[in-house]
């Protein structure tokens, strides 16, 4: 998909629909953990995001074009909002979490993209998929912070450990900077497969049941 004057515009609304979302309801966008959330006001970082997603949609469809997916959260819905444009040739459900739900909402529905499934927090005892009774082929985890943004290599896999009773592969979309290096040692042992989808950026392929 070549990001033409038509999407330009479709990305152009998402970021101002975004922005007018925020300003209405600044209290939610100051709890910290969302802060983060308000950078989809900004319409280059939305082009950015729809850019890579193109590509990484590419790379798995190209790889595991067979699977079903699941989109543990899904945030803004980028990777979706490809596959709505590519007439929905994957099969992909979407999850995210029931805290953060409402922070993406305003380009989720500019973009025409819906959460199939709320979770709860997946760093809780009781972390659950809410009403999700398929077993997918593929969950996947892209810049889910909970799964990189940790010193322990404990809590890696104590979030891998979650996704068990969900899916057989986990495929964390993650760029190399953003491990340290006794993670990235740790990610690459339990890795089957790295692809490269852009720079830095790569779908690792780690087998759930290993964690069994
Ligand atoms: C940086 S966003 C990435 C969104 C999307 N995957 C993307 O790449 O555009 C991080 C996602 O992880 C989810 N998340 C962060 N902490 C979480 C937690 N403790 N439990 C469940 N989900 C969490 C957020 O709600 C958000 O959907």
Redesign the pocket.
């Known amino acids: 998909m070549i990001v033409d004057k038509n999407i330009e515009k479709e990305i152009d609304s998402a970021a101002t629909a975004h922005l007018y979302y925020v300003m209405k309801h600044k209290l939610i966008f100051c709890e910290p953990?969302n802060f983060?959330?308000v950078q989809y006001m900004n319409s280059k970082n939305v082009r950015n995001?729809v850019k890579f997603?193109d590509l990484l949609y590419k790379r798995i469809f190209s790889l595991y074009k067979e699977g079903v997916f699941l989109?543990?959260?899904?945030?803004?819905?980028?990777?979706e909002f490809i596959n709505i444009k590519n007439s929905r040739k994957l099969q992909l459900s979407t999850v995210?979490?029931e805290?953060?739900?409402d922070?993406?909402k305003s380009i989720r529905n500019s973009f025409g993209v819906v959460v199939n499934y709320l979770?709860?927090?997946?760093?809780s005892d009781d972390?659950k998929i809410h009403e999700c009774e398929t077993y997918y082929d593929y969950v996947?985890?892209?810049?889910?912070?909970?799964v990189y943004k940790t010193p322990s290599l404990e809590r890696t896999e104590l979030v891998l450990k979650k996704l068990v009773p969900y899916a057989k592969y986990a495929l964390v979309?993650e760029s190399d900077s953003n491990w340290s290096e006794e993670q990235y040692e740790y990610i690459l042992n339990i890795t089957e497969t790295r692809t490269k989808v852009f720079g830095e950026w790569n779908i690792f392929k780690i087998n759930l049941e290993q964690f069994k």
């Open positions: 953990h983060s959330t995001q997603n989109d543990l959260g899904v945030g803004p819905g980028f990777l995210e979490w805290t953060q739900v922070c993406f979770c709860s927090d997946i760093l972390f996947i985890l892209q810049r889910f912070f909970p979309v």
